[in-house]
């Protein structure tokens, strides 16, 4: 018949030895075996057929010295003290909550929820306080956010989850987000926020009707959450933000959207913290050392480049940088030629701005709109102030993937999948989801998509955008069709949040309205942007290396004859406006091409890594200049890529878009240096198809095509 089952206290105890503070709320909990509940090793039950005269396991509880079986609502009768169910069932049973278990641990070596609670909340308020210094009522809100924003793991369906999970068996879900809302969800924007911290920004109008069915159970949540820390009653005043009342929406926005930062990234790393016992320390920007470092490498730099205009002027735009650094605006502009050396001399004015305003700007974000030119400028930045204060977070970033196999270096395991990370890639790991690094390089997308995104994960980040210097190179790519959100968003965080921006282009686009312009011009006013450099006319003719010849009325060419016009050159480069074009122009050239030619392809078509291997590959064979070198690309080289040709050929294109096409010929000013003249050359041609780009960039391709000039014209 099996073995004997323990028909007494005494036995129970002498079966499986007294426990001094087992929980009631898991006493409810076993795993199951051929239908029968068996007790886990570490649990102090054993199965018995109960005092009740129900078949419930049988468990001693060390606190208050009370016992009994765990029938369906039996943890409840206890609790009240109802001795209708279980011999010493009149007894109250203080009860512990967990935040978080681990698979294969015993609950005492679980996160308790009130230390989790309340590490979430600390650290929100820091993290309030940093990004808006002396904002005491947003501090304040983002504290009684993170003390409630898991009061729904009171529950017992959490708590029973906790240890279904800790077994290794599939938990059922368990909602606990939405108790704390419903527990503040008269202060708004912290209900919001505690709502949205696992599943995202909900809208504002549906806050009442998600939170209604789940008042009565939060209000329970509450009263246990008081038996463990009784200030936390003080979140009943909690009330909406100065911002919601004064109806200030474009600032509320924003406001909002910090709010869920620092609680997300508090619940995370506090969760972190426990999980792996430490809290990753953060490494501070130390702007004077790293100006120091770059302003050498400037040096080492300059002095590799010949005595001439191009030098000179590199010299004169980080001077001008260096000097504006100490103005009080907080929105300028750069706008320097291709080649003038504004990466370099824009971190320079980033850095001197950061050590004159001690303490007020806490790191450098470098916004750069294309992978094939990211991988490039951040390569020149670690050369320049060392890896381990650059941190790079964009989908090209091969140093996020691990080599998993060492003979051909060609298998690649994202970090995220890798599940014994080295201490080093878990702080990078951490940095690149909160940008928590002295200097980050991130893409366009990457860097907006952050702030207008509804998902946690990319608004964690946000709160460190505050009290930044954020340098947006190649500015003129910015999509005009959202102009309106993306200049209202960087005008509220430089105005409240300390965000300094830096528009960086050899073309700067028209942010600020002309004399005259409509009323629903949704430009910023004229003098919003303060320039850098005082008189960019002198700077661009100083600059002058090309000579562009424009084609003449009603000329097309073929792609024979465009094929047979580059292979008149030794190094010629070619941008045409489509993929499919890109493609019948290097077919064309492979099935015409010499002995020792070599002709490369570059196009969104090839993977980023592919793209950028080719890129170097071609850098490399024109700086031997011992073979022919022809290459045909999209725009995709226009913006920042650094290479350098006598001859460009760009297909009939927006006028920006030719002027960056034009900075890559005779990008370092030799051949112009060798002949005293602008030696450069750059071809505009017209295609058969006049295919391109629907849209913005077909509308200023045709204003391009009505306004050039019939002859030679100099850029």
Same mark, same amino acid.
């Given at each position: ?513 002309? =004399?005259? %312009?409509?009323?629903?011009?949704? &430009?910023?006013?004229?003098? +919003?942007?303060?320039?850098?450099? !005082?008189?960019?006319? /002198? ?119 030719? =002027?960056? %096409?034009?900075?890559?010929?005779? &990008?370092?000013?030799?051949? +112009?240096?060798?002949?005293?003249? !602008?030696?450069?050359? /750059? ?33």
């Amino acid at each position: 018949m099996g073995r004997e089952l323990p028909r007494c206290r005494t036995e129970v105890q002498r079966r499986a030895g007294s426990v001094k503070a087992m929980p009631v709320n898991l006493l409810q909990f076993w795993g199951k075996t051929d239908g029968r509940r068996e007790p886990q090793a570490w649990h102090p039950a054993i199965r018995s057929p109960g005092f009740c005269g129900c078949s419930a396991p049988v468990s001693d509880v060390g606190l208050g010295g009370a016992g009994g079986c765990v029938c369906d609502g039996w943890a409840d009768r206890v609790r009240n003290g109802d001795p209708a169910c279980g011999k010493w069932g009149g007894a109250a049973v203080a009860e512990t909550y967990y935040a978080h278990g681990k698979e294969g641990e015993p609950p005492e070596r679980w996160q308790l929820l009130k230390d989790h609670l309340r590490g979430v909340a600390e650290l929100a308020r820091k993290f309030a306080l940093e990004a808006r210094p002396g904002d005491e009522e947003f501090a304040q809100t983002a504290y009684w956010a993170g003390m409630l924003h898991d009061l729904g793991k009171y529950t017992d369906e959490f708590q029973k989850r906790l240890m279904t999970a800790s077994r290794g068996e599939p938990a059922s879900k368990a909602v606990h987000s939405v108790h704390g809302a419903a527990a503040v969800k008269n202060a708004k924007e912290a209900a919001l926020a505690i709502l949205g911290h696992h599943a995202g920004f909900h809208c504002a109008n549906e806050l009442n009707r998600k939170t209604r069915e789940f008042e009565p159970s939060a209000r329970k949540c509450m009263e246990k959450a008081l038996a463990e820390n009784k200030d936390i009653r003080q979140a009943e005043n909690l009330g909406t933000s100065s911002l919601l009342k004064n109806k200030a929406w474009h600032d509320l926005d924003i406001w909002m959207r910090m709010l869920m930062s620092v609680l997300v990234d508090a619940d995370r790393l506090d969760t972190a913290r426990f999980r792996d016992g430490s809290l990753t320390q953060t490494i501070l920007l130390a702007p004077q050392e790293l100006l120091k470092r770059l302003l050498a490498y400037i040096d080492k730099r300059a002095s590799q480049v010949a005595d001439g205009v191009v030098k000179q002027t590199r010299k004169s735009v980080l001077e001008h940088c260096l000097n504006a650094s100490d103005w009080p605006e907080r929105l300028l502009s750069l706008t320097v030629p291709t080649g003038g050396g504004k990466t370099l001399s824009s971190l320079a004015f980033a850095l001197q701005r950061a050590s004159i305003q001690k303490g007020e700007i806490r790191r450098i974000i470098v916004v750069i709109p294309f992978l094939s030119i990211i991988e490039q400028n951040a390569g020149v930045l670690k050369e320049a102030l060392g890896e381990n204060v650059i941190l790079e977070h964009h989908s090209g970033d091969i140093a996020r993937q691990r080599i998993i196999n060492a003979n051909d270096g060609s298998k690649y395991l994202p970090m995220e999948d890798d599940e014994n990370p080295s201490e080093a890639e878990r702080i990078k790991r951490l940095a690149v989801e909160n940008w928590d690094a002295p200097i980050v390089v991130t893409t366009s997308v990457r860097f907006f998509e952050s702030l207008f995104s509804n998902h946690p994960s990319d608004l964690r980040r946000v709160h460190n955008i505050a009290r930044s210097v954020v340098i947006l190179d190649e500015v003129q790519t910015l999509p005009r069709d959202i102009l309106r959100p993306l200049l209202s968003v960087m005008e509220t965080l430089s105005k409240g949040w300390g965000t300094h921006f830096l528009f960086c282009t050899a073309t700067q686009p028209a942010f600020e309205k002309y =004399a005259g %312009a409509p009323d629903d011009d949704i &430009r910023w006013p004229a003098g +919003t942007v303060k320039e850098i450099i !005082p008189d960019r006319r /002198v700077l661009f003719s100083n600059l002058q290396r090309v000579v562009v010849t424009w084609p003449k009325k009603d000329e097309v060419w073929a792609w024979d004859r465009l094929a047979d016009e580059m292979e008149g050159h030794k190094r010629a480069l070619c941008i045409v406006n489509t993929k499919e074009d890109a493609k019948k122009l290097y077919e064309k050239l492979c099935d015409r091409a010499t002995d020792g030619c070599r002709i490369y392809h570059l196009s969104t078509r090839m993977c980023a890594q592919h793209r950028l291997d080719r890129i170097r590959e071609i850098k490399a064979v024109v700086a031997a200049n011992d073979f022919p070198c022809l290459v045909v690309s999209t725009q995709l080289v226009e913006a920042g890529v650094d290479l350098d040709f006598p001859v460009v050929f760009r297909a009939m294109g927006p006028l920006d878009a030719i =002027a960056q %096409a034009a900075g890559r010929c005779d &990008r370092e000013g030799i051949m +112009t240096a060798r002949a005293g003249r !602008p030696a450069g050359q /750059v071809i505009v041609f017209e295609t058969e198809n006049r295919s391109c780009p629907s849209g913005i960039y077909r509308e200023a391709t045709e204003i391009t095509r009505g306004a050039f000039p019939k002859n030679g014209h100099l850029l």
